[in-house]
């Protein structure tokens, strides 16, 4: 995925929050929030294999877990 398009992408999710109504402050620390999970994330895959600072329960594959439930 190119850097333009991971750009568009953060932009439609943040006219998306902004839609349902939260001001610009709310959702630029909602995005920052997921961006750092991804990132904590990513780092402990190769080649990083680093140790999570995440718990359990409140990291990224969490947040997909929740996703996949109905």
């Known amino acids: 995925m190119t850097s333009a398009a991971i750009v ?3 932009w439609n999710y943040c006219n998306v929050l902004r839609d349902d109504g939260m001001s ?3 959702y630029v620390e909602q995005l920052t929030y997921l961006l ?4 904590a994330d990513e780092r402990s895959k190769p080649p990083y294999n680093q140790k999570s600072l995440i718990p359990s329960g409140y ?3 969490s947040l997909l877990n ?3 439930r109905p």
């Open 8 to 10: 568009q992408k953060l």
């Open 24 to 26: 610009y402050g709310d």
């Open 36 to 39: 750092f999970l991804k990132m």
């Open 59 to 61: 990291d990224w594959q």
């Open 66 to 68: 929740e996703e996949k």
